[in-house]
């Protein structure tokens, strides 16, 4: 599979007229504005000059899909999206050196964050893309006759697709958020809406890309990573059953029968082969976040430049000495071993999420690893470094592995499916037909009947370290009697309903006084 030419798209060098990413991340907060794009370009022309063609068009898409790689790191923090959701859940610690590496995470874990330790960069690079795509958006009223109409409505909709994406995470994670969908001018401030007002606000807006009808249910392989109708679907599925917005359900369990059906996605037939380098872009990826390795930008001098991700480096041991030895691993993320006790036995998907290291237990460190707190010997398999994954990077490999984040696949839309159907009257047996198409590839008895705790217990087991858990038992009202103190002292704090949405960094509540602080 030739990678490069799957993540050309995403991993493009961006020509974008006077945008330094790192002054962009610095610049793009709550009262963020975009006189600083008002400039001309290199070749003395004013910006309605520029975006009139097709080519600088796409230019400024592909800025506007940037920003979906900068989290894992850039700006200041560790934000690997599935790291920031799996710590606030029940099957992973933070770990890392210390308790004070990465304070923030280990606050969050034990729900005691504050508003200097919270996700701050998060925000910025959520609101780094809004902007993108609104700029986008503008741009594309100053089209010559050279582009056209399909083409015209397609950037379109991606942009409002994907920002509809970055306005989710931020309404996921802080709830009461600023929402504008022009870009802002002086004073550079938004109304900040409540949590309720923002996903009515995002579920129009989606609704209305979906409704067009523009965007292809997949798109080719050479286009991968954009967003697609079916990704659109998912992100419905997803805002609406977090929502419980039973009125929505209906419409939802629809679009997953959609894709359900559909000859454009299935199950990988092997579950293991989802997370090695040939298993991206399967039959049953229906969006992945695209990274590279070779011919990489990313470095320590410039964390936001296009290449591959650091979450690998992340979520392993320490100088690691077995087999496939290397010398890097910073230990956050090890999993619980109460984790690994979910499991069945012969579920197949037990081993191609944790990388048991027991047996390293009680050897000396020059046999086994560095140890490091909170550890386990369980980590992450699924995204665990291989050599193949950075072989090609140029410097700094610790930074670029080229693991793909898989962030919607089939198997949550039979899952999906399944739990829309018994929230819609629909009959157990059907339910279960479709979570025993994800059973029967683990390795595990058929159903002849499921309830909506069957299903949230098949997503736990099937989704772990992809980040879900987490959000499953916010909107399930489970977490407040999951996310308890545990027995090792690590989480002293319990989850409540106030715990729902994280603090809102000083540095925005200095940026716009009138910004109220989520009760936390």
């Not at 994406?165 to 958020?177: A, C, D, I, K, R």
């Not at 001018?185 to 989606?206: C, S």
């Not at 992100?235 to 419409?251: F, G, L, T």
């Not at 959609?258 to 090695?276: D, F, K, M, Q, R």
């Amino acid at each position: 599979m030739d990678k490069g030419q799957l993540n050309k798209i995403i991993n493009m060098k961006v020509k974008y007229i006077a945008m330094s990413l790192l002054a962009a991340g610095a610049l793009l907060t709550t009262s963020c504005g975009d006189d600083f794009l008002e400039v001309t370009n290199p070749n003395g022309d004013f910006l309605e000059d520029y975006y009139k063609t097709d080519e600088h068009l796409q230019e400024a898409l592909i800025a506007a899909y940037d920003p979906i790689h900068w989290p894992d790191w850039g700006l200041g923090q560790y934000n690997a999206l599935n790291i920031d959701a799996e710590i606030l859940g029940d099957n992973f610690l933070v770990g890392g050196e210390t308790k004070n590496d990465m304070q923030n995470w280990h606050m969050l874990f034990n729900f005691e964050a504050n508003e200097n330790n919270t996700l701050s960069s998060l925000w910025t690079v959520d609101y780094s893309g809004i902007k993108r795509c609104n700029d986008l958006l503008r741009y594309l009223g100053w089209a010559d006759e050279s582009v056209s109409e399909a083409n015209k409505k397609s950037y379109e909709m991606q942009a409002r697709a994907m920002r509809v994406f970055y306005y989710n995470m931020l309404w996921h994670y802080f709830g009461n958020v600023p929402f504008y969908l022009e870009n802002l001018n002086a004073p550079y401030t938004a109304p900040q809406y409540k949590a309720d007002e923002v996903y009515a606000e995002l579920i129009r807006e989606l609704e209305e890309v979906i409704d067009s009808k523009v965007l292809p249910m997949r798109w080719s392989y050479d286009q991968a990573g954009r967003a697609s109708q079916a990704m659109c679907y998912m992100m419905y599925a997803e805002m609406v059953m977090y929502q419980n917005d039973k009125d929505r359900y209906q419409k939802a369990l629809g679009y997953m029968n959609e894709i359900v059906s559909s000859s454009e996605y299935g199950l990988n037939p092997s579950y293991a082969n989802i997370w090695e380098e040939s298993g991206e872009w399967t039959k049953e990826s229906i969006w992945e976040i695209n990274y590279e390795d070779g011919g990489n930008e990313r470095g320590w001098s410039s964390p936001l430049a296009i290449g591959g991700t650091v979450m690998p480096t992340l979520i392993s041991p320490n100088n690691y000495k077995g087999d496939d030895a290397w010398g890097d691993g910073w230990g956050f993320l090890p999993v619980r071993v109460e984790a690994y006790n979910k499991f069945s036995q012969g579920d197949v998907r037990r081993d191609a999420t944790i990388w048991d290291l027991r047996y390293m237990d009680g050897m000396a460190e020059d046999q086994s690893y560095h140890l490091r707190y909170e550890n386990t010997y369980l980590w992450l398999n699924k995204y665990r470094p291989r050599p193949e994954n950075n072989k090609d990077a140029t410097f700094d490999n610790n930074l670029n592995y080229n693991n793909n984040y898989r962030y919607y696949r089939y198997a949550e839309a039979l899952l999906n499916a399944a739990e829309l159907t018994l929230a819609t009257g629909g009959s157990a047996s059907t339910a279960a037909q479709l979570v025993n198409r994800v059973r029967e590839r683990a390795g595990l008895a058929a159903l002849s009947s499921v309830t909506i705790d069957d299903i949230l217990n098949e997503r736990d087991l099937e989704f772990m370290g992809e980040g879900k858990r987490y959000w499953d038992l916010v909107r399930s009202g489970k977490a407040a009697s999951v996310l308890v103190p545990d027995a090792y002292g690590y989480r002293t704090n319990r989850w409540t309903e106030q715990k729902k949405y994280i603090p809102i960094a000083q540095g925005e509540l200095d940026s716009d006084p009138a910004l109220v602080q989520n009760e936390y």
